[in-house]
């Protein structure tokens, strides 16, 4: 992959803390104290393709398609399962995955001849799953917005997945897709969220735009997820009703997921740098409970499946209050009424 390093911005004091990488044969170690990082962009030029097709039981056909026009995420959320895909990139799921982000420039170009191709085999387009669609950079960048506009000129359903108020530039494009939005919010303080989203938008700034989107007549919804046994199952009845509040009409639920051991070990690690080790000693033996034994979970059909009656009294929880409240599952959006452009070649690629 051919990348070109565009320039170094924002300079966090953190230091790099890397995992060793499983795809390098060897690996570096610093001696003495690290130095400060600095959030470096990387331009990618050689991308070929936009749409990615990922398995998904529970969405429509067991297939979702989805979008990223950026790779790495400076929210920096210590369970981030997409941080094993900076690894397939050279670097680390560590430090590297939030300080080193790669730019798609490309994107809208891209998509749109994809779509020339195969827009009759897409029940919807998913912008989240390698990064949040939202980053900082997309204030400049803007290839979010571009590509929905693409989305809008074939007539894709798209929906979004973000934790960052930054969506609300985009309500003309959003409100022209009818677009479903879903909101990220798995701790109702900063305060529960500081562990393990640091870097994050508070939850009352994406209870806001929530709000926002809502009286702007989008669809929105609450994805609490993660819930990490032992942590935040408390914070459920307090953000649906939240979340209730500010006009979201769906929500959804998933178990923390761990799925390799570079994350596991971040995601450990970075509990005994920020939590009491009561609280991380309690976190671990409820999750390895629900896992049989270890933090990972086995097959994709184990990564939503506890085996503890504890983990049976959550969902009770979460069921009792979803009804009460008036919340429906998990949405995909509706396929906006808008014509297909002509030069739209039915052809496929899958």
Not at 24 to 41: C, F, N, R
Not at 134 to 154: G, N
Request: aromatic residues 10%; hydrophobic residues 35%; contains cysteine.
């Amino acid at each position: 992959m051919q990348l070109a390093c565009e320039w170094a911005i924002v300079s966090f004091v953190r230091h790099v803390k890397n995992l060793p990488n499983p795809f390098d044969k060897y690996s570096a170690e610093y001696i003495g104290e690290p130095p400060p990082t600095k959030l470096e962009v990387f331009e990618e030029i050689a991308t070929k393709k936009m749409i990615t097709k990922a398995f998904a039981s529970d969405w429509e056909g067991g297939w979702r398609y989805t979008v990223n026009c950026y790779r790495g995420c400076v929210h920096g959320c210590t369970y981030c399962f997409a941080r094993r895909y900076h690894e397939f990139l050279g670097y680390g799921a560590g430090t590297d995955f939030e300080t080193k982000i790669v730019v798609k420039p490309d994107a809208p170009r891209i998509l749109r001849e994809e779509l020339k191709k195969t827009r009759q085999k897409m029940p919807h387009i998913d912008f989240s799953f390698a990064t949040d669609p939202y980053l900082p950079l997309e204030a400049s960048y803007e290839l979010t917005r571009q590509c929905l506009l693409v989305c809008a000129d074939f007539g894709v359903p798209v929906g979004i997945i973000t934790k960052s108020p930054l969506v609300t530039r985009d309500v003309d494009v959003i409100k022209k897709l009818n677009a479903f939005v879903c909101f990220s919010l798995p701790f109702l303080t900063k305060e529960r969220s500081n562990p393990f989203e640091p870097y994050t938008p508070v939850p009352e700034a994406r209870f806001r735009a929530m709000e926002t989107l809502a009286n702007a007549g989008i669809s929105v919804g609450i994805g609490v997820a993660p819930v990490i046994p032992g942590y935040n199952e408390s914070d459920i009845p307090k953000l649906l009703e939240r979340a209730k509040e500010a006009g979201a009409s769906s929500a959804f639920m998933s178990m923390l997921h761990i799925d390799s051991d570079s994350i596991e070990e971040y995601f450990v690690a970075k509990m005994h740098e920020r939590l009491s080790p009561t609280a991380v000693k309690k976190i671990i033996n409820a999750m390895t409970r629900e896992r049989g034994g270890q933090l990972q979970h086995r097959s994709f059909k184990e990564r939503d499946a506890g085996r503890t009656e504890q983990w049976e009294v959550t969902r009770k929880l979460w069921d009792f209050h979803t009804k009460r409240l008036g919340f429906r599952g998990r949405e995909t959006a509706e396929e906006p009424e808008v014509q297909l452009p002509a030069q739209a070649a039915q052809q496929s690629l899958f």
